[in-house]
């Protein structure tokens, strides 16, 4: 049942507009799931340890998904507002990615 949950929750994060704290905490437990996954698929032995891979592989994906278009939807709709217009981890992301250089601003 909480499975079903998730996967509802998921398709909601598409469809309702997300503050930015909130969105901020879906990813920041997004990408501690995606290391979660990583390390417990590096330290496998054997195949059927971690047989559920594949479900979990579909659903996280799924809910980074969700997390794109609700990311892209924020920052379309508050863009003019300034970099944290989608919160705080995509700031810190395109600012790790791009050097802390604003080059919009020259």
């Known amino acids: ?17 997300l ?12 990408i501690t799931t995606a290391l979660l996954i990583l390390i417990i698929g590096l330290y496998t032995t054997h195949s059927l340890e971690f047989a559920i891979f594949p479900t979990v592989l579909l659903a996280t994906t799924l809910f980074r998904l969700s ?7 924020l920052i379309l709709l508050n863009g003019e507002t ?3 217009a989608a919160g705080k981890v995509i700031d810190a ?7 802390g250089v604003i080059w919009w601003a020259s």
């Open 67 to 73: 997390l794109n278009v609700a990311s892209t939807r």
């Open 82 to 84: 300034g970099p944290m």
């Open 19 to 30: 503050p930015p704290f909130l969105l901020d905490m879906f990813l920041s437990l997004n």
């Open 93 to 99: 992301f395109g600012q790790f990615v791009v050097g």
């Open 1 to 17: 049942m909480a499975a079903s949950l998730g996967m509802v929750v998921s398709l909601l994060l598409m469809l309702i507009p």
